[in-house]
């Protein structure tokens, strides 16, 4: 018997450290039990990954959750597992494809019809390192689907956030930010060369510049927006990259994958935990990596920049045409120009610089 004693005790130890390695570097689970009976969440990208953890784990605490996904048939597999898993009927499949405004409108248009509040909007739906895609509008598919989709989707849905205070907005961003640099004169890259690693960058970056210009907007009205980086989590996003398909990933790596990239199910507690945690009523304009709060990338933090993107965001999405006061309860002075359609509902969106914008190299002389 004493033969094994050593061999056991280091393979127990080794496993134990492992463990605790790995709960160190994924941050291990929410911290917060808060149940969430009668909040309505809307979750985007909710078919996989992080999303669909997010949705399942949420409708556990007892929610009704929204998926809004692109493919119906994943989505609604998806819905039918989670009622299921966790009991709870109240979980429903929805289409939206972040890759047209046609789309996002028409998701929005539902939920008001549908929904008699929205208590959290997740904005989780992400594409990584995809070729030079469009969307249908002619973005470019990271900005649009990452940043600007997501943009106008919470802008369309703040009328319903704003009436169902406090409610909370929760923008999934990426460590992938601090890389980011937002080319104003280029964004949608019709003029660079394209490189598909910058433009995740950018995309992720443009999303933590709108979570601290939309808090600013938002002060006193009840409705908060955080931005989060989840970790480095095994999930579908890598589909693009060659990493993803290699055999050395699947075989060699693993045992350091297992260390270091947590399961979706881990992935999701950020999102999860920004959504419930009581201890974050009232809390906006942050930037969480995992679950502790950081002060994100120093461009992240420029506020001329978010709100010349913001400005910039408007003029992409069309959305110029009257003119507003600004939404902040204590400003008298500042003068914007939105879409008629937009400020019918939403007195925030507005733009309060008339710094010009330049959207495509098409603008240039
Ligand atoms: N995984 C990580 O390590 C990591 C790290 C940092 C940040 N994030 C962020 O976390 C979020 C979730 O990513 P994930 O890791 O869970 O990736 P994932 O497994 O690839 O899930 C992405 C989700 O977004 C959906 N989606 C993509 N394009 C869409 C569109 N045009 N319209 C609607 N939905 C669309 C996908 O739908 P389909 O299944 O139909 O494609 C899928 O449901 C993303 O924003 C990502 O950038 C992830």
Redesign the pocket.
Known sequence: MSKYILPVSVFGTAFGCAVLLQNYVTGGPCPSKAKIPGKTIVI?????????ETARELARRGGRIIM????ME?CEAAAREIRGKTLNKHVYARH?????IK?IKAFVQKIKEEEEHVDVLI??????RCPAWK?EDGFDMQFG??YL?HFLLTNLLLDKLKASTPSRIIN?????HVTGEVDFDDLNWDCRKFDTRKA?SQS?LAIVLFTRELAKRLEGTGVTVNAL???????????HTGMHQSQLSSTVLSPFFYLF?KS?TL?AQSSVYLAVAKELEGISGRYYDVMTEKDPAPQALDERMSERLWNASVTLLGLNGQTVSHAHPTSQSAIATVSPELTKTNPVFTTTTSEPVKSTCLDKP
């Open positions: 985007t990208g909710a078919n996989t990954g992080i999303g669909k809004g996904c692109r493919d994943k939206i494809d972040l890759a047209s789309s904005n989780n739906a992400g594409v990584m969307t689907v990452n989709g999934l961003s990426s460590v992938a995740y992720k980086h989840p970790g480095v989590v095994g999930t579908d996003l890598g589909r990239v979706p992935g």
